[in-house]
């Protein structure tokens, strides 16, 4: 039987990974959505400058890409401000290094999911925004970002699932959430197969509030959409 | 901050011994993780337990993180007197088949959704005309529906198989020493992180992008078909 004291840390480090994992997921969203508007249109400077951000971090793991942050992070840092002739000092925590890590790394992927949802939604949005004189940031805000939502949001919510997952890799880094704890409890009590499967446990949990989850931003998000009428079975057999 | 030729050249013996464990690794999981996918996929599509099973499977394989799988196998399992009283522990033991096991299961689990989707994409109108024709169910099956679904999940396939490669790393977890760990001895012996992550970034940068480039050559060869004139 897992003790509960046991149970208590696992649930603190559940928290830490929640934490890591909604900043990251965040951060992702913002860089990604703020590249995927700079390359709706193909303009050549910024999209050389994606290409190469892209085929970075989406061809590396994203462990390798928290070490380095995390390892070399302070060095990067002070060589970077000492270009613009500032002497700075700052010290990486792994939870900082886990989540700008999580937050680039996805930030490519995400990219690549709302640009093809921009994409997606109808001309004639774009073009009525314009005829009834909408400012362009109002329109973005207002007409096209809450439907790039409901278009993108079945890719979205299983980039959160990945980004919850690479949380519990990224522990390896000396993050403290509920990996680190399953380890530490397995160590002491020498039971390890009860708090691993707790952890397990936690996921799959995880994974089902998402789908909750989901499924109510899907029916906000698509409220002002009509619906084909249920075909009926017996003409859907009769075709 | 800056990257030392000298010592990335130094290192390069280590950080190619880690991508060689990384290989082995990744290998044996590719093929079995395809072969259990197909009965998983193919058991969800049919009606009845098997389809409940299936989706079991599939839903507890994929929402466990990759990392606490291994853990589980590794040091989880041994706990257990049947697994170190017998034969079983020479296995076990193993780091290597523990990995196997582990990123298997998680691989089959993303691949049983992968090929159900292919095979749900093949045209009814091919498989009756198949029946019609008398082929044989297995015959339908390895003839038909399996080389036609593998064309139309190529692009997920790809997908996968990138994350695959990339999931790899959590193999360090459980004592191995692949590419990333190979990196992190470095950097132990040296006090440099820069330099030997870095080129392991390189060397990770270059396996991912072969795979790309082999991807987008077999997709116009076997997907010449749907291509727009």
């Known amino acids: 039987m897992p003790l509960l004291g046991f149970v208590e840390q696992l649930g603190l480090g559940a928290m830490v990974t929640i934490e890591v994992a909604v900043l990251s997921y965040l951060l992702a969203l913002l860089v990604g959505t703020l590249f995927a508007l700079a390359t709706v249109r193909r303009r050549p400077i910024v999209n050389a400058i994606w290409q190469v951000y892209a085929s970075i971090f989406t061809g590396v793991p994203s462990l390798l890409v928290a070490f380095l942050f995390y390892y070399a992070g302070s060095g990067m840092l002070a060589s970077l401000f000492s270009v613009v002739g500032m002497r700075v000092n700052i010290e990486v925590n792994p939870f900082a290094a886990a989540v700008v890590a999580l937050g680039l790394v996805y930030g490519a992927y995400i990219a690549d999911i709302v640009r093809s949802a921009i994409h997606n939604v109808p001309p004639g949005q774009f073009e009525a925004a314009n005829v009834l004189l909408i400012p362009r940031p109002t329109a973005w805000f207002f007409v096209i970002l809450p439907q790039v939502l409901r278009l993108a949001l079945p890719a979205l919510s299983n980039m959160w699932i990945v980004v919850l997952k690479d949380t519990a890799l990224i522990s390896l880094i000396g993050l403290k959430e509920i990996m680190t704890y399953a380890r530490l409890a397995s160590g002491v009590t020498k039971e390890p197969f009860i708090y691993f499967i707790l952890a397990a446990a936690f996921f799959l949990l995880m994974t089902g509030l998402t789908y909750l989850v989901t499924q109510r931003i899907e029916g906000w998000t698509g409220r002002g959409l009509r619906r084909a009428a249920p075909a009926r079975e017996e003409t859907a057999r009769a075709l | ?229």
């Open chain 2, 1 to 229: 901050m800056h990257y030392d030729i000298a010592l990335a050249w130094e290192s390069l013996p280590t950080l190619l011994q880690g991508t060689l464990t990384t290989f082995i690794v990744l290998l044996p999981v590719l093929v079995l993780g395809l072969l259990i996918s197909i009965p998983v996929a193919l058991a969800r599509l049919e009606r009845g337990p098997g389809s409940l099973l299936a989706a079991a499977y599939i839903i507890f394989f994929r929402g466990v993180p990759s990392i606490v799988l291994l853990y589980l196998i590794y040091s989880g399992l041994p706990q257990f007197s049947v697994i170190r009283n017998t034969a079983l522990w020479t296995l076990f033991s193993n780091a290597y088949f523990c990995a196997w096991v582990g990123l298997t299961l998680t691989h089959s689990g993303y691949m049983g959704e992968i090929v159900r989707g292919g095979l749900a994409a093949v045209p009814p109108g091919t498989i009756e005309a198949a029946q019609a024709l008398g082929l044989g169910r297995m015959q339908i099956l390895f003839k038909l529906r399996l080389p036609m679904a593998a064309r139309y999940a190529l692009r997920a396939y790809q997908n996968e198989l990138l994350i695959m490669v990339k999931s790899t790393s959590a193999v360090s977890a459980i004592t191995l020493v692949d590419l990333t760990a190979a990196a992190n001895t470095v950097f132990d012996y040296t006090y440099d992180p820069f330099t030997p992550l870095v080129t392991a970034a390189g060397i990770y940068w270059v396996i991912i992008n072969a795979m790309r480039y082999a991807f987008n050559v077999a997709d116009s060869r076997l997907n010449r078909h749907l291509a727009l004139k």
